[in-house]
């Protein structure tokens, strides 16, 4: 069994909340998303079993398959970054790069995960990873894109993702860091900027 062609499902998909939602859900749902994000980053997709996610997130797999359907639809929505790039979009240029960093920080404050950082788990090779690279550069770094006015758009989208990326590793991997700590609005004061600027062009 292979994963999703990269364009099935997403309308669905967003619908549903994604893998991402922004909104709060409820805890089941949000266990069993980071279980197979995991289970996803250290296996070939074949070898991922939805007992072995279910035994991961302390349900039954009968819940997943209430909530996804089938390990194809999980992995299809761990692998949509869509509720991600709107919300990190959802106000105009002049403003975008305060944003980010607010919408980064509060988002891993509140649901105690992270809006894009899982696209490191895309690194390694196969199909699965493949696909998760696809769809991240597709749904966040081409819309952050096609935002950008002036020369190297495509370069200084990338930039600005990069920036977003390294904020969420080090929130994730330092847990009691300043930066995973300290109110969102000084992280934004001295974060922004520079994201800011590569907005700007």
Known sequence: ??????????????????????????????????????????????????????????????LIVKHFGSKEGLFDTVADFTGAADALLAVPNAGLGRHLVLTLVRYRREQGSDLLVRVVFAA????????????FREQVTDRVATRLAGPDAGLRAELVIAHLLGLGAVMAVDREGLAATVDPERIADHYAPGLQALIDG
């Open 1 to 62: 069994m292979h994963p999703a062609d990269p364009r099935a499902g997403t309308a669905a998909d967003a619908r549903a909340g994604g893998g991402c939602r922004v909104t709060a859900s409820d805890s089941g749902r949000g266990a069993i998303l980071r279980a197979a994000r995991k289970a996803f980053a250290r296996q070939p997709y074949a070898a991922v079993t939805l007992r072995d996610i279910a035994a991961e997130a302390g349900v039954s797999a009968s």
């Open 124 to 135: 390694g090779s196969g199909d699965e990873r493949a696909l998760l690279r696809e769809r």
